[in-house]
């Protein structure tokens, strides 16, 4: 049996696991992890009797699109290859699809935008600019990019940013190895980007004038940390009067052998000058001996309705983090699923809330669980 605090289980999608999961007008979308699915539709608005409507597949072999937004009847999704995945089919190319999905029962595809490189990771959409990361001819990894959609069949490039050394093309040396030099994904919140950079660390962009991003500040995440840093999340109310920015680590990668990772919390009133102030880590966990991957934290709710913060917390399932006193935050609820067929543990990826409340948790094997607090 799921163990739970204050979480109850309201319905469960019997689907393959998922890298994301956003739900826009009682209709859900997931993005699988590994192929062949690409994409799942799931009509959510009986939440207790949830129903697929429509599945996308991976036009190649050893790919994923594990990642998906929607907003403005559009929905666009990740293709890219990973190591994981193994060697990609013959004629892939990465990038972002654009559908519209104004009958979500019958998405229309409208555009491939193509990139060179393993593809695009992860990104955040408003509706109409996308701020993506993608490999680029002539850079190492991931950099940040701000793409306009406002024609769909011909999203342009607007503006790009990247760390310091990412620029080979340019005749820029990297200062830390190549594998560490990726942006995540950006954030907006007002005129600034909110952009982690794996295990280079994150940086603050002012995109007031989005053809020219500037680096606000940058805090290069070198040891001693060892997990990259997966999101930089703006608080969009302030905390007993600071403005806060959490910082979730990721526990993959590790540059070291570590305990699991956990979130920051940053004041970041004076945006040039961001300083932590305090942290989250879940009381159970040994903090000072390493772990094994994915046994820490991954990724919060990007959309912050009030001060409690529904986190996957891979196998420690979902956690509610309620940050009301920034400087001394505290669990208040959580739901660990049982392990999913086929699995030794759950592994739960990532998480949504919607406009009522309801709570959508994504493993990254196996299964969509509905929930809501109680």
Known sequence: MADSKGIKKVGFVDCKGGGQIEVVNGTAYVGHTAGPEATTIIDVKDPANPKIVHQIMCSHENVHAHKVRVAN???????ESIDYMGEPSAGFR????????????????????ETAGEGVHRYTFDGRYAYISPTVEGYIGHICMIMDLADPTNPQEVGRWWWPGQWQAGGEVADIPHEY??????IRHGDFLYVSYWHAGWAILDISDMANPVCVSR????????HPAHTALPIPFKLKGMDVMLLADEDVAKKEPAGP???WLYDIGDKANPRAFSSFQLDHLETGIPSPNMTGCHQPVEVVRSTEIPVAWFEQGLRIMDIANPHAPKEVAYYVPD?????????????FQDDDGLIYLIDRDWGLHILERS
């Open 181 to 186: 030099l990726r942006c995540h994904h950006g």
């Open 219 to 226: 805090q290069e995440w070198k040891l001693p940390y060892a």
């Open 73 to 79: 009847d559009l929905m666009i999704t990740n293709y």
């Open 94 to 113: 990465g990038g972002l699809n654009i559908y519209d999905v104004s009958n979500p029962h019958e998405p229309k595809h409208l555009h491939f935008w």
């Open 339 to 351: 392990a999913p067929k086929g699995a030794e543990r759950p592994l739960s990826n990532d998480v």
């Open 261 to 263: 990772a956990f979130i």
